[in-house]
T-cell receptor, first 109, second 116 residues
């Protein structure tokens, strides 16, 4: 069964630090990956996607993809308390998007 | 109005009631989805429609009945639900593209359903 795995957390980081969120996937046919942010009681909001090996930067966010290791990560620089949320990793493969369980991030002021 | 909208935002119903959830997308997308999100559990895909045709039904109980009259509207009809069906029900839409990055889904605000 195709799976996307994430550490459920909670991950706690001090304000201003780098938060590192990790995701592994089992399906080598996965073509691209998405990171969503979900605040408590709200719906998921797309942060960014990545489909090429390496790094992709967007503001304070950097997504990293290593297809050989089947590993995706999201780095959040200069973490702010407003970044406290659950982060969902999703993989796209053969017309299907599979979501991971999410990692809860808490940024401590 | 833009994006993906859902109504109602909150719903409380008894096990014998019949109700419907509505989703509308204003993004010109071709595919629409229903997800269930229970506390502490991953998103569960329930139904997928592409160009108004159901393309996936993930073994969802028959007490949930989807309807997609056109590419902008999606309904989820509910009847004789169980308390364990209480959850956040999310609608999403996408362009249904196959080329990279693949299909980016955009979510509505969700309907918080409580079954008594």
């Amino acid at each position: 069964q195709k799976e996307v795995e994430q550490n459920s957390g909670p991950l706690s980081v001090p304000e201003g630090a780098i938060a590192s969120l990790n995701c592994t996937y089992s399906d080598r046919g996965s073509q691209s990956f998405f990171w969503y942010r979900q605040y408590s009681g709200k719906s998921p909001e797309l942060i960014m996607f990545i489909y090429s090996n390496g790094d992709k930067e967007d503001g304070r966010f950097t997504a990293q993809l290593n297809k050989a290791s089947q590993y995706v990560s999201l780095l959040i620089r200069d973490s702010q308390p407003s970044d406290s949320a659950t982060y969902l990793c999703a993989g796209y493969s053969y017309d299907k998007v599979i979501f991971g369980p999410g990692t809860s991030l808490s940024v401590i002021p | 109005e833009t994006g993906v909208t859902q109504t109602p935002r909150h719903l409380v119903m008894g096990m014998t009631n019949k109700k419907s959830l509505k989703c509308e997308q204003h993004l010109g997308h071709n595919a629409m989805y229903w997800y269930k999100q229970s506390a502490k559990k991953p998103l569960e895909l329930m139904f997928v429609y592409s160009l108004e045709e159901r393309v996936e039904n993930n073994s969802v109980p028959s007490r949930f009945s989807p309807e997609c009259p056109n590419s902008s509207h999606l309904f989820l009809h509910l009847h004789t639900l169980q308390p364990e069906d209480s959850a956040l029900y999310l609608c999403a839409s996408s362009q249904d593209r196959k080329d990279p990055p693949g299909d980016t889904q955009y979510f509505g605000p969700g309907t918080r359903l409580t079954v008594l």
